[in-house]
C-alpha cells in the first residue's frame, strides 16, 4: 500500500505564511512526480504546483511568485511554501505522487493524499 500523509494547514491571516508537508510512504519503488492541488467548497479541485524528477517546478497562474514546491527525494516529501496568503487560497490542499509500484514497475499510478485545511482570513 501507498500512503500520502499532508501536514502543515492551519488558519492564518492574510498576508501571512505557511508550509506544507506531503510524505508519501509504503511499497514504492519510485516516484515520477509529486504535486499539489486544492479544493475549496463548492469548486472543483485546482493545479497549483508540481516537481517532477529530474525537472523544474511547474505553477498555477494563481501560485506564481507567492508559492514554491520543493521535494527531498530521499525522504520522499514535497513541499508547498506559501507565502503572502489571500482568503481566496482558502481550500483543503491535496499532495499528488505519480508512483511506480514494485509489482508493476512498467507503468504509474496516481495517489492523493488526504487534505490538509489552510483557512485565511481577511
Known amino acids: 500500500q501507498v500512503q500520502l500523509v499532508e501536514s502543515g494547514g492551519g488558519l492564518v491571516q492574510a498576508g501571512g505564511s505557511l508550509r506544507l508537508s506531503c510524505a508519501a510512504s509504503?511499497?514504492?519503488?519510485?516516484?515520477?512526480?509529486m504535486g499539489w492541488y486544492r479544493q475549496a467548497p463548492g469548486k472543483q479541485r485546482e493545479f497549483v504546483a508540481s516537481l517532477i524528477s529530474g525537472g523544474s517546478p511547474r505553477y498555477a497562474e494563481i501560485a506564481k511568485g507567492r508559492f514554491t514546491i520543493s521535494r527531498d527525494h530521499a525522504k520522499d516529501t514535497v513541499y508547498l511554501q506559501m507565502d503572502n496568503l489571500k482568503p481566496e487560497d482558502t481550500a483543503v490542499y491535496y499532495c499528488?505522487?505519480?508512483?511506480?509500484?514494485?509489482?508493476?514497475?512498467?507503468?504509474?499510478?496516481?495517489?492523493w493524499g488526504q487534505g490538509t485545511q489552510v483557512t485565511v482570513s481577511s
Open positions: 509504503g511499497s514504492i519503488f519510485s516516484i515520477n512526480g
Open positions: 499528488n505522487a505519480a508512483v511506480v509500484l514494485p509489482t508493476r514497475i512498467s507503468s504509474e499510478r496516481d495517489y
